[in-house]
């Protein structure tokens, strides 16, 4: 399964975004039947948008309809459901697993 | 090509040979003396930070006459999306800059003449907008980072252009020829311009037919025959050249953009490049609209700087045993009410720009000369705030010299510390960091960049609608009207 990350612009981040962005792509890197392709490839799978505020400035239609499915981080929340930034890494990888099992 | 990288810009920089003078020196190469290299690294972020994951969506964008993707430095607004994402990126900048960048005032210039070369044409039948268009598309294709040139030194303030007895006081048009135009005169304070490639040179204020010849706006390089750049003083400057790092502060980026007086001594501009040449009554909205987009700018950019700021007066605070006292927490708290402020005054002037006639769009003129008026006073504050705070070792501190000395550096070590489990070159640094925030010449900067405060008033008493003011008073007073009784 691809997945591709994508940031929001990090104007004023509420949470380490960078930091935890690079800790998602090296553990789903790990992470066997998955691969972590560039957000410019044409066959995303999961996309995974990143935004350091509940304004989530990233989640747009344009970066939405690239991947068949997209998980977003905004601030500290999962998909709109409140998660501390200690957890955020585990929510995300624990999120992107369920949808690859799902496919295979 | 449409975006190049920070190293990039540097070997473009190389190339070029501009007349530049700092402290009495003629300078052979900007980009390795240390006057001036911070300033360069500072520039050099906007292109690699448009390369990085975590800021793309802020600093790149699609140009509106290519369709290519494009450093947002070189984009032309064409939605109020477009005006938020310049605050946030200016934002991100400061932030990770902590200093002046320099780029937007090219930016804004881009902006502003793009529209007022459309309405001039549209006026006179003139061409300056395609003109105008074709230069821009060869900015976006090579990215390149251009000054804007607009302050004049203006003489006798009391006198207009033409009434002036030495001429040049403002940049006009000695000769008009086949081929191209003439100038002579001086910017003055042009941030950027001895590490730009280019100055957009523009008129800075309104004009009467008799200064026609100073209703100019042309693009000039660097390395124009006749163009000399004498670069100013910054408070503390001689550290960046004296083998200092601590003592800097801001060793890499610096502090605000370095200024420059730009000397033009007949300098020639081929037609191509030039976009108003005589046009005096298009001169006040070309003044009005570049300093719309450069006033929205300074609740993005200087924000950036303020958490800067605040982070270090914080952490200064936690090291020196201070953090937890009830009126720091107050004065932190007060510190982020003022930078938010500024920041709520560029979204609200971005969230109520508008399409101008050429298509593009430019902020809310009197809420951007409201934010930048709101800038002139709020970093003072804030930087009084972290004065107060940080102590007055901020000003008294031995240099990082004899915090190395051998003999004496322990004292100043031991004498330097504040939390016995800190280093006090941690709290040196911070000191030194709030030092170049703070002191001298970034204060000035928020003061007179992109106008000076009565400018601000003057566009704030031209923007208010004074006669509805008055109506809604008078209509809740009954004035003019039988009173009734419900």
Redesign the interface.
């Known amino acids: 399964m691809n997945v591709a990350?994508?940031?929001?612009?990090?104007?004023?981040p509420q949470i380490e975004?960078?930091d935890i962005?690079h800790k998602i792509e090296e553990a789903l890197q790990e992470a066997p039947d998955i691969e972590v392709v560039p957000?410019s490839s044409k066959a995303i799978d999961v996309m995974v948008i990143l935004c350091g505020c509940p304004r989530a400035?990233?989640d747009k239609k344009r970066i939405r309809k690239r991947a068949s499915h997209c998980i977003v981080v905004a601030g500290e929340s999962v998909d709109l459901v409140p998660v501390a930034e200690k957890d955020l890494l585990s929510q995300v990888i624990q999120k992107v697993k369920s949808l690859s099992t799902a496919k295979s | 090509m449409g975006m190049i990288r920070g190293d990039d810009y540097r070997e473009s920089l190389r190339r070029v040979k501009p007349e530049v003078y700092y402290m009495g020196e003629k300078i052979d190469s900007v980009t390795d003396h240390p006057a001036f290299i911070p300033h360069i690294n500072s520039a050099a972020l906007t292109y690699d930070m448009a390369w990085a994951p975590e800021f793309e969506e802020l600093l790149t964008t699609k140009s509106h006459l290519t369709g290519e993707k494009i450093n947002l430095f070189t984009h032309v607004h064409h939605s109020t999306d477009d005006l938020i994402q310049k605050v946030k990126a200016l934002r991100a900048l400061g932030q990770q800059t902590g200093s002046c960048f320099a780029r937007c005032v090219g930016h804004d210039a881009l902006n502003a003449i793009y529209s007022v070369t459309f309405d001039m044409d549209k006026k006179n039948g003139t061409d300056y907008h395609k003109r105008f268009v074709d230069f821009l598309k060869e900015i976006q294709k090579e990215d390149r980072f251009i000054s804007g040139a607009m302050t004049d030194p203006k003489g006798d303030r009391s006198l207009s252009p033409s009434q002036q007895a030495d001429p040049d006081q403002y940049v006009h048009v000695v000769e008009k020829k086949k081929d191209g135009i003439v100038i002579r005169g001086a910017k003055a304070h042009i941030t950027g311009s001895v590490n730009a490639l280019g100055h957009m040179v523009m008129p800075t204020a309104s004009m009467k037919e008799t200064d026609a010849d100073y209703a100019v706006c042309c693009y000039v390089p660097v390395d124009a025959p006749g163009l000399i750049h004498i670069f100013g003083r910054q408070t503390n400057d001689d550290r960046k050249c004296s083998g200092c790092l601590m003592d800097q502060g801001n060793p890499e980026y610096g502090i605000v953009g370095g200024e420059a007086l730009l000397v033009f001594e007949d300098v020639f501009v081929p037609w191509e490049q030039v976009f108003m040449c005589g046009e005096y009554d298009f001169a006040f909205e070309l003044v009005e609209r570049f300093a719309t987009a450069h006033r929205q700018n300074y609740g993005g950019c200087k924000v950036g700087l303020a958490d800067v700021l605040t982070g270090a007066t914080y952490a200064l605070a936690e090291v020196q045993g201070t953090a937890t006292a009830s009126h720091v927490r107050d004065k932190l708290v007060e510190m982020v009410h003022l930078a938010e402020t500024l920041y709520c005054c560029s979204i609200a002037c971005s969230c109520q720009g508008y399409a101008l006639p050429a298509g593009n769009f430019m902020a809310d003129p009197l809420l951007a000369n409201i934010t930048k008026l709101n800038v002139t006073r709020n970093v003072y504050e804030m930087s009084r705030l972290a004065q107060d705070i940080a102590g007055g070792l901020l000003a008294t501190m031995p240099s990082e010299f004899d915090w190395g000395d051998t003999k004496i550096g322990k004292y100043v070590d031991k004498y330097s510390k504040g939390a016995t489990d800190v280093p006090a070159e941690t709290r040196m640094r911070l000191l030194r960091l709030i030092e170049g925030m703070t002191c001298g010449t970034a204060l000035v900067e928020s003061m007179h960049g992109a106008g000076s405060p009565q400018a601000q008033r003057i566009m704030i008493m031209r923007r208010s609608n004074w006669e509805r003011k008055k109506r809604l008073a008078q209509k809740l007073a009954k004035i003019g009207e039988q009173p009734k009784l419900v």
């Open positions: 990350l994508k940031y929001c612009g990090s104007c004023n975004l960078s962005g957000r400035c990233g």
